[in-house]
Structure formats: structure tokens, C-alpha cells
């Protein structure tokens, strides 16, 4: 806690020992956002989450701060920063408010900053009402897409919809928004969604005095934790159930595609109207969703079933039940109030 010269609160900062240990176990993404309190002395919840091995949401710290400015999100980063460290290939991801990118560059300089592509669309549709309806289908599939073919092809879209837009896309810089141009992977995380989904969840604690905020917060935690854990315990499959459907989807899509082998370690899946380029010892394929996704693409499945090799071998630790159920290894415990 920071208190003003006078001794009266001024911020508050709470990372749970659970919550600690638990991040080393999931993909190196980080969702921040506020929201207001609405308690008799007001301010700002800011809270910072991830995401399980089965997506499920893992909150990582909470803050109570005046508001969401300059000093309170540069403060409340240097405590995320003090408390969870830098990853390699670590990403940020935010809707587009001035604070949150000036304390951002300031204290996580080495890291990728991205937006919530719903937060940008919002921004779009605001500046540019001509067909604004219609940019959702386009803005999204091109913000998702794995290929710079398939980028270009919804960009040009967008540009028969209102040739301003791809401008504006350019000037907030397309690494902070689309998959593809990404300096750091952020898998399927485009939006901000989990972190809103947690502020929801805290919908009547917010109306709380902090002392209770904070309970209510940790209560919440404890359960999520139980809950998880209990779930990866009664898992049988190698990977999490979420996983798992994606993994036979992509299964599912592979079965009509035709394999070439161009040497020991790389191979070529012929489509009807292109082929792919798969290296299974680098874990890559020229459609990119076997990199990004670090899960087997369609392409890369055809090549494993036809070498008869075990999937697993080819799937990101990040998704096994194992690392599932390792993520909840710590305990939260009551506090005495």
C-alpha cells in the first residue's frame, strides 16, 4: 500500500501467492484494464489477468487507484513488473487508452504492446460511419488472419468499404492489431475480453469498501482455483479439453489432404487450388497456424498420420492437462480482517 504525505491512502496493490506461481505455467500474455468503483470514496479497480491451459481466466494482481491516469497505471505496471518478472516473447494486450501506452512504454519497454481488436473496431466505426456496419467481417478476419496473402485480401476489403480506413489501420501500427504482423505471438488472444469478463464477475464487490473489495477479490480467487483445479484432476485426455476439440477439428479438416515428402523433416500437403510447406522439426507451416497456434495445423496433421508419429510430440506444453493442473499448485487461504 502508498500512502500521501498527509498518511491517507493514495494506491493499493495485491498479487496472490497462487496467482505467482501459477503464471510461470501459462502463455506469456498479459490482459490489463480498469473500471470503476462505486463505493461512497470512488477510484479505480485495475486488475491484470491470463489466461489456463484451458483458457479459463487466471487473475494475476489487483490495484485500487484514484483513477485511470499517468501516474496510477505507470505505478501499478512497476508493482505487475517488481512481482512477476519479464518472459521472452511476452505480450501486453489493453484497449487503446493514452495512460496505458505511456506506462507501458515506460516500464515494459522490451515487451509488445497490443490492443483489443474490438476496443480498435469501436475507434473505427466512430471515425468512419460510411459502411460502418459492414467493417466488423473484415476488420476481424484480418486481424485473425495467419498469412500476409490472407491479411492483404480482407485489407482490400476494407478499402472497397472506405479507402480511409486502411490509413488509419496503418498509422496505429498493424503489430499492434493483426496476428500476423505481431512481434511476438499472441496466440488466439485478440481482445481484451478476459480481463472485462473479470471486472464483470466483480460487478457487486465493487460497490464495497476496499478492505472488503479485497476479500471479496481473494474469495474469488480461492474459488476460481479450487474449481480449475479440480477440473485438470478428473482431465484424462493428454491435453485439456479445449485443446483437444481444437486438435480434432484440425484432425478433421486434414483427412481429404494429399502429402508429398521433400525430404526426412519436410513435406508438402497439396490442396486443390495451393499446396503448404510443412518442417516438422522446426514446428512450422508456410499457413503460419502451426507456429502461432503451437498446435498442429490441418497440414502438419496430414504429414503426422501419414509417418504414423505421435501428435503430442508436436503440441506446446502450454495446452497438456499436466501444466493444467501445475498452474493451480499454489493455495489461497483466508486472511484474518
Not at 487466471?58 to 501516474?71: G, M
Not at 517488481?82 to 521472452?88: D, L, N, P, V
Request: charged share 25%; hydrophobic share 35%; proline share 3%.
Amino acid at each position: 500500500m502508498e500512502t500521501e504525505d498527509d498518511n491517507s491512502f493514495k494506491y493499493l496493490f495485491v498479487a496472490l501467492d497462487a496467482s505467482i506461481k501459477g503464471w510461470k505455467k501459462c502463455k506469456p500474455i498479459i490482459v490489463v484494464d480498469g473500471t470503476f468503483l462505486k463505493s461512497t470514496y470512488g477510484g479505480t479497480l485495475l486488475s491484470a489477468c491470463t489466461q489456463d491451459a484451458n483458457g479459463h481466466i487466471f487473475p494475476l494482481a489487483f490495484s485500487v487507484v484514484d483513477s485511470e491516469n499517468n501516474n496510477s497505471w505507470q505505478w501499478f505496471f512497476t508493482k505487475v513488473r517488481e512481482t512477476y518478472g519479464i518472459r521472452e516473447e511476452q505480450c501486453l494486450i489493453s484497449d487503446r487508452h493514452e495512460s496505458i501506452s505511456k506506462a507501458a512504454c515506460q516500464v515494459f519497454p522490451e515487451i509488445t504492446h497490443c490492443y483489443c481488436v474490438y476496443h480498435l473496431l469501436s475507434n473505427l466505426k466512430a471515425t468512419f460511419k460510411k459502411n460502418a456496419s459492414k467493417l466488423d467481417k473484415p476488420f476481424f478476419a484480418a486481424a485473425r488472419a495467419y498469412t500476409e496473402r490472407k491479411f492483404e485480401y480482407h485489407m482490400s476489403e476494407l478499402d472497397s468499404l472506405d479507402i480511409r480506413v486502411r490509413p488509419y489501420l496503418q498509422q496505429v501500427g498493424y503489430h499492434k492489431w493483426s496476428r500476423y504482423h505481431c512481434k511476438n505471438n499472441r496466440y488466439s488472444t485478440m481482445t481484451s475480453n478476459i480481463a472485462e469478463s473479470l471486472n464483470a464477475a466483480n460487478l457487486a464487490a465493487r460497490e464495497l469498501p476496499i478492505t472488503t473489495l479485497m476479500e471479496s477479490l481473494r474469495a474469488l480467487v480461492q474459488q476460481w482455483t479450487y474449481t480449475n483445479r479440480k477440473k485438470a484432476h478428473k482431465t484424462t485426455t493428454f491435453l485439456t479439453p479445449t485443446a483437444e476439440k481444437k486438435l480434432v477439428d484440425n484432425f478433421v479438416e486434414s483427412l481429404t489432404e494429399n502429402v508429398k515428402p521433400i525430404n526426412e523433416t519436410m513435406f508438402e500437403v497439396i490442396e486443390l487450388t495451393r499446396s503448404w510447406v510443412i518442417n516438422l522439426k522446426e514446428k512450422t507451416c508456410s499457413c503460419n497456424r502451426f507456429q502461432l497456434d503451437e498446435l498442429p495445423c490441418a497440414h502438419a496433421l496430414a504429414v503426422i498420420k501419414e509417418m504414423n508419429l505421435n501428435v503430442y510430440n508436436y503440441c506446446s506444453g502450454y495446452y497438456t492437462t499436466r501444466t493444467w493442473l501445475e498452474t493451480y499448485i499454489g493455495s489461497t487461504y483466508s486472511v484474518d480482517l
